[in-house]
């Protein structure tokens, strides 16, 4: 049974940090390339980062040079470094597993987990 289970979610102020882990079973994730997302209130689930290929990653422009996302294989395990939050960072944070790499499809991401709230106050 696969599974994905995020934590490290939080409160916190303006400009603070915040590092989401990810743990995965239930399926080989060393030949995948996981990714995160996020959906804030009202909004529509938006790509934050992600594995393109095993060594090339993809981040979108609002978080470009503050999150940094990593993953450890032998352990099965996706993080999320956040740093310098802002109050738009505030959003329900999932991450997805898929079983292929490349740009981003999202119907490739075939498991996901219940997520980690984020919020950041100003």
């Known amino acids: 049974q696969v599974e994905l289970v995020e934590s490290g979610g939080g409160a916190v102020q303006a400009g603070g940090s915040l590092r989401l882990s990810c743990a995965a079973s239930g399926y080989d994730y060393s030949s995948t390339c996981m990714g995160w997302f996020r959906q804030a209130p009202g909004k529509e689930r938006e790509a934050v980062a992600y594995?393109?290929?095993?060594?090339?990653?993809w981040y979108a422009d609002s978080v470009k040079g503050r999150f940094t996302i990593s993953q450890d294989n032998p352990k099965n395990f996706l993080y999320l470094e956040m740093n310098n939050l802002t109050p738009e960072d505030t959003a329900m944070y999932y991450c997805?597993?898929?079983?292929?790499?490349?740009?981003?499809?999202?119907?490739?991401?075939?498991?996901w987990g219940q997520g980690t709230q984020v919020t950041v106050s100003s």
């Open positions: 997805a597993a898929r079983g292929r790499c490349g740009g981003l499809v999202w119907t490739d991401f075939a498991y």
């Open positions: 594995f393109e290929t095993r060594r090339r990653t």
